[in-house]
């Protein structure tokens, strides 16, 4: 629920984008143009056909060994080179310019922060390339990162960037648990992958969250939200996000105080349900009474100062946003001025 920045990571994919996707459309768009005119005639006998397209010959030698490197990359016994001759032995250039439209329209929709686009069905193939190849294995491939960006790069350095640069210890997408260790992270697509795989890679489609919210049974899985939807690129939804709490059942209801889309993230993310559960009182009373009694212990504070000392924790401690909300609830809040 907080405002998140991630252009620290945005340089890297978009040199991705820049030196692996957009040639991998080219060369793609090279060849099945030439088999459309009669330049390369069916069947082809050669799988690595790419290597005799414009942009492939233009290409440095850095550039050349990249493509054969990733072309020759297999997964589950297919190289990629294979899903390449499957495409343009498949489609035609209308459908492969759709394609490449596609892309560009879906990603660019995120970039200007517009996160309610329509699912299109993309044929397997192309979800295969974004979602198997670039996502899955490139992602983390160091040899790919050595030669983009001169260095290694994979999830636990996304991690770090995204903590370092927002500042943030806590999941972005709750608030409810925290993101300190690596192992309670996930790299997480806000619209999901399996839905919308060419914006796999866009940097403004993926978070650093816990693992909660990217389950199916208590986060938002692969499901799609509901529109209008925002994000955390958007703004800090934690702002639209009210508590009540009810001493007697002990439990905190979050409440909505913002509009439709902020409505739909917290449903998107399963939050109302999520924020209901008796630990999550627990846990906020629990924090509530300890900074009742580290308060008292060091002198008489105003409430000024417990506002500040709540604003302090914010985004390095969990469930911040429902004590900040709550606590005038407490008895003891009231005897402070």
């Avoid at 049974?217 to 994000?231: A, C, H, L």
Wanted: charged residues 25%.
């Amino acid at each position: 629920m907080w405002k998140v920045e991630n252009s620290t990571n945005t340089q890297y994919l978009i040199k991705f984008e820049s030196e692996i996707i957009l040639p991998f459309f080219n060369m793609i768009s090279d060849v099945v143009i030439e088999i459309e005119q009669g330049e390369i005639i069916l069947p082809l006998e050669k799988t690595d056909i790419w290597k005799y397209t414009e942009h492939f010959r233009k290409a440095s030698v850095d550039q050349k060994n990249l493509f054969t490197y990733i072309m020759q990359k297999t997964v589950s016994g297919e190289k990629l080179q294979d899903l390449f001759y499957s495409i343009v032995v498949t489609f035609d250039s209308s459908y492969v310019e759709q394609i490449y439209l596609l892309y560009k329209q879906q990603n660019k929709e995120i970039l200007d922060g517009n996160y309610d686009i329509p699912q299109i069905q993309v044929d397997d193939i192309f979800k295969s390339i974004f979602v198997i190849y670039y996502y899955n294995t490139f992602f983390a491939d160091d040899y790919v990162w050595m030669t983009l960006a001169g260095e290694t790069y994979n999830r636990k350095e996304f991690h770090r960037n995204f903590k370092l640069e927002n500042k943030m210890a806590v999941c972005p997408y709750c608030d409810v648990d925290t993101a300190v260790a690596g192992s309670n992270n996930n790299v997480e697509h806000f619209l999901p992958k399996s839905k919308y795989p060419l914006i796999a890679m866009n940097p403004l489609n993926l978070l650093s969250s816990c693992y909660a919210c990217n389950k199916a049974d208590e986060g938002k899985g692969d499901r799609i939200p509901e529109v209008p939807i925002v994000s955390p690129y958007n703004e800090n939804i934690g702002d639209f996000a009210k508590f009540e709490v009810d001493f007697l059942s002990k439990k905190i209801t979050l409440i909505n105080s913002g509009r439709q889309e902020h409505h739909n993230y917290f449903k998107f993310l399963q939050l109302y349900s999520r924020y209901s559960d008796r630990m999550v009182f627990e846990s906020v009373d629990h924090e509530a009474n300890s900074l009742f009694e580290t308060l008292t212990n060091s002198g008489s504070p105003t409430l000024k100062e417990i506002d500040l000392y709540i604003q302090r924790r914010e985004k390095m401690n969990n469930l911040s946003l429902a004590l900040r909300s709550i606590i005038s609830n407490y008895p003891m809040y009231k005897t402070f001025k």
